[in-house]
């Protein structure tokens, strides 16, 4: 009986063994990072990019990480951006999403190491610019690993988390850039994989970003942006819209709108500020924006006037800086 618990025991150590051996780990400047193995594909999932986005960060450009001590556990997706949700109750959020949502996932083929200078595929996801997520088993990217492709997927700020603007946020921290937060997240992430994908094997002078609706407008736009540029080197645009219209954004100030909108973003904002008791365009009322709770934020993306209307999209905004043309002044320019 005696030897029987003893081989036992044995034979579960060389399983032991055989399971860790599988683990695949990533070191990188911030810290060692621990996947899973599924069938030849290592997977790393919930990477952090950037600092979380919230409190005095809520309306910022993309924070840097401190780095972590010990192995980041990335067996299990981070949250995903907060959302309500398609028809979603006002003032709620769906589970499982969060203003903590600055994490990407990566799946590369096992055999894959530093030096494999393997092509590399961003994938940013749609939904109108207030749903959606890089997680899931309907974007995972087992298959593209097996075909000796590294796909990355990315979450990035949502509906007026992702784009806001208020005269207070325009005078606050003046060298960064202000409005369009969802697009200043996509090209951290970019700046990530640029810094660490070579790790896990990936080419960073081979970067392909592909993404269809909001994604697809966000491949049109990190194309005119000045500080996406050599960031990736093609791009993929399905169900992007056209040329121009959304891709355009909305003026920051009313003074720089076209008459094709009906308010400035920055209108939209005290509009939004307005509907929830904030009076006044200082410091002390963006105090009291950031200290809403992130249910209050989360509207889908609509109704910003205290009064019941009008009903604004929340999306891309023309500040003038980040965003600094349309996708279509860009093409007829040769850009």
Known sequence: MNKLILLLA???????????GNTPKVKIELGSIRGIHEDGVDIFKGIPYAAPPVGAFRWRAPQPITPWEGELDASEYGPNCAQSGWGGAPGTIVEG?????????LWKPASANAGSKLPVMVWIHGGGFVGGSGSGPGIAGNKF???EV??????????RLGHFAFPALSVENPEEPKGS????????ALKWVQKNVDAFGGDPDNVTIFGFSAGGVSVHSLMTIPDAKGLFHKGISQSGGGRDGVLTGRPIREENADPFYTASAETIGINFAKKHGIEGTDAAALAKLRALSVEEIVDGGQETNGEGGPRIYSGPILDGTLVVETAESAYNAGR
Not at 10 to 20: D, E, M, R, W
Not at 97 to 105: A, G, H, I, P
Not at 150 to 157: A, E, F, K, V
Request: proline share 0%; hydrophobic share 45%; with cysteine.
């Open 10 to 20: 044995f034979l579960g150590s060389l399983f032991v063994t055989a399971q860790q």
């Open 97 to 105: 999403s969060s203003e903590d949502c600055l994490y990407l996932n």
């Open 145 to 147: 690993a097996k075909k």
């Open 150 to 159: 590294i796909l990355i997927t990315i979450n990035y700020r949502l509906g």
């Open 181 to 188: 937060y969802a697009y200043m997240d996509q090209i951290a």
